[in-house]
């Protein structure tokens, strides 16, 4: 199988859609002689910020010399940097090796009457098998959606973590927060510790199903914290971070992420660590901190050069994310006019998103993702609040977005993942980053 057919069998062989629960993964696992038992794990799950905990806590496990998976979703471009093995994303060849042997188990499940998994059941499969195979030590694997009922949720993990919890993906994990964040629980285990910098009424719903499931909580503001160096950001160095945790360990290291958001984010990741040092000699202090300040996360408030204009690329795509998006800007920024291309899916609340995004003074082009979940530029430019323009393509908007910056405006790429490849592909193809 090569690498292309792998990517058609896997978008043309599976479940359409999202479907949850844990009887698919679990048969498929079985066939391929549960691969996720062989090493270590730490499970991660949040509304927002998963993502950089997860390739905060592999980097300081890289650093400390253990052979380290990290397994990861959406990609933002090719579908091999969901599977990364010691700061590398698989290769095409072995992702294609992996896919083939996970095909081969699906068939057999059909065969026997068993229904067939999803594409992200498929993938996580496959990702769980490459680590076994090429020997990991630890793996840090990140929800896909919720946590209950997630395909990632086969685990047994030395830590849980949990970032934070708010409205996103209702129609699979709840219409209240509370209610959500029973989804996101759902992923502690009996007597393994989790980690939290969720808040109330959140806080209160994982702390019951922490005391259930006899797993010790560790909380922001109660366990551990996040002290001083809160400083303006500047995203050419990063921030410096210090975290503390009650016991008075603390650790300092400068991430090159910004927003204060990402000071939480690092919070979750260093007290995990701190977990997992007490009992993994080799995850020393220095290798900790050397691990936080060499992260790669990029498409999360990243901020490039190009054609002599200052672009941010960010994924922020519910209500939360955008709060957090405003927030890091200002800190940037400060109050810097912005030109805007907007893109989200149509399942997502962007009817209140927009207004709290955008100003008067602010230009917007909207553009479809590459999804048949677009939401409709059109409308979308309909309800926006301040002048805004529409693009059939996304090429087509960005074209029209940098035509429109002027003198010192700030160019803001937001939106859903999914646009994140194509634009990349844009900026590589016409402008030279500075």
Same mark, same amino acid.
């Given at each position: 199988?090569?690498?292309?057919?792998?990517?058609?069998?896997?978008?043309?062989?599976?479940?359409?859609?999202?479907?949850?629960?844990?009887?698919?993964?679990?048969?498929?696992?079985?066939?391929?002689?549960?691969?996720?038992?062989?090493?270590?794990?730490?499970?991660?799950?949040?509304?927002?910020?998963?993502?950089?905990?997860?390739?905060?806590?592999?980097?300081?496990?890289?650093?400390?010399?253990?052979?380290?998976?990290?397994?990861?979703?959406?990609?933002?471009?090719?579908?091999?940097?969901?599977?990364?093995?010691?700061?590398?994303?698989?290769?095409?060849?072995?992702?294609?090796?992996?896919?083939?042997?996970?095909?081969?188990?699906?068939?057999?499940?059909?065969?026997?009457?068993?229904? $067939?998994?999803?594409?992200?059941?498929? /993938? +996580? #499969?496959?990702?769980?098998?490459?680590?076994?195979?090429?020997? &990991?030590?630890? !793996?840090?694997?990140?929800?896909?959606?919720?946590?209950?009922?997630?395909s990632?949720?086969?685990?047994?993990?030395?830590?849980?973590?949990?970032?934070?919890?708010?409205?996103?993906?209702?129609?699979?994990?709840?219409?209240?927060?509370?209610?959500?964040?029973?989804?996101?629980?759902g992923?502690?285990?009996?007597?393994?510790?989790?980690?939290?910098?969720?808040?109330?009424?959140?806080?209160?719903?994982?702390?019951?199903?922490?005391?259930?499931?006899?797993?010790?909580?560790?909380a922001?503001?109660?366990?551990?914290?996040v002290?001083?160096?809160?400083?303006?950001?500047?995203p050419?160095?990063?921030?410096?971070?210090?975290? $503390?945790?009650?016991?008075?360990?603390? /650790? +300092? #290291?400068?991430?090159?992420?910004?927003?204060?958001?990402?000071? &939480?984010?690092? !919070?979750?990741?260093?007290?995990?660590?701190?977990?997992?040092?007490?009992?993994?000699?080799?995850?020393?202090?220095t290798?900790?901190?050397?691990g936080?300040?060499?992260?790669q996360?990029?498409?999360?408030?990243?901020?490039?050069?190009?054609?002599?204009?200052?672009?941010?690329?960010?994924?922020?795509?519910n209500?939360?994310?955008?709060?957090?998006?405003?927030?890091?800007?200002?800190?940037?920024?400060?109050?810097?006019?912005?030109?805007?291309?907007?893109?989200?899916?149509?399942?997502?609340?962007?009817?209140?998103?927009?207004q709290?995004?955008?100003?008067e003074?602010?230009?917007?082009?909207?553009?479809?993702?590459?999804?048949?979940?677009?939401?409709?530029?059109?409308?979308? #430019?309909?309800?926006?609040?301040c002048?805004?323009?529409?693009?059939?393509?996304?090429?087509?908007?960005?074209?029209k977005?940098?035509?429109?910056?002027?003198?010192?405006?700030?160019?803001?790429?937001?939106?859903?993942?999914?646009?994140?490849?194509?634009?990349?592909?844009?900026?590589r193809?016409?402008?030279?980053?500075?």
């Amino acid at each position: 199988m090569t690498y292309e057919e792998a990517i058609y069998y896997l978008e043309h062989a599976s479940q359409f859609g999202i479907q949850m629960g844990l009887g698919r993964i679990r048969e498929l696992l079985k066939r391929l002689d549960n691969p996720q038992m062989k090493y270590k794990t730490v499970h991660v799950t949040g509304t927002n910020g998963k993502g950089s905990v997860t390739a905060m806590i592999a980097s300081a496990l890289c650093c400390a010399g253990i052979r380290t998976g990290r397994y990861t979703s959406p990609h933002l471009e090719d579908y091999t940097e969901r599977i990364h093995v010691d700061r590398e994303d698989i290769s095409r060849e072995a992702f294609a090796e992996a896919v083939d042997v996970v095909s081969q188990a699906v068939e057999a499940m059909v065969a026997d009457g068993v229904e $067939r998994p999803t594409e992200f059941e498929m /993938i +996580t #499969a496959a990702a769980f098998w490459y680590f076994a195979k090429v020997g &990991v030590e630890y !793996a840090v694997v990140e929800v896909g959606l919720g946590g209950l009922l997630d395909s990632t949720n086969v685990v047994v993990p030395e830590v849980s973590v949990i970032t934070n919890v708010a409205m996103d993906h209702m129609k699979y994990c709840g219409n209240t927060i509370e209610e959500i964040a029973v989804q996101k629980a759902g992923i502690i285990k009996e007597g393994v510790p989790v980690v939290t910098t969720a808040e109330e009424p959140a806080l209160s719903v994982i702390a019951r199903k922490a005391y259930e499931m006899k797993s010790r909580l560790y909380a922001l503001d109660r366990s551990f914290d996040v002290v001083g160096n809160a400083g303006p950001a500047d995203p050419s160095v990063g921030q410096m971070v210090t975290v $503390r945790e009650r016991y008075g360990r603390d /650790i +300092t #290291a400068t991430i090159p992420l910004v927003g204060k958001h990402q000071r &939480v984010n690092c !919070a979750a990741a260093v007290m995990a660590l701190l977990l997992i040092a007490s009992h993994e000699k080799r995850l020393t202090r220095t290798a900790l901190e050397q691990g936080l300040s060499q992260v790669q996360w990029p498409g999360r408030f990243q901020v490039l050069r190009c054609g002599g204009v200052d672009v941010v690329i960010d994924g922020a795509h519910n209500p939360a994310g955008i709060d957090t998006f405003c927030k890091t800007y200002d800190d940037v920024f400060g109050t810097r006019k912005r030109v805007f291309l907007f893109s989200v899916l149509a399942d997502k609340d962007y009817t209140h998103m927009v207004q709290e995004l955008f100003h008067e003074d602010d230009y917007v082009v909207c553009a479809p993702a590459p999804t048949p979940r677009t939401a409709d530029p059109r409308q979308m #430019a309909a309800l926006l609040p301040c002048r805004a323009d529409w693009a059939d393509s996304l090429d087509a908007g960005l074209d029209k977005a940098f035509a429109a910056v002027q003198g010192g405006e700030v160019l803001c790429i937001v939106g859903s993942l999914y646009i994140q490849g194509d634009v990349r592909r844009y900026l590589r193809k016409n402008y030279r980053q500075e």
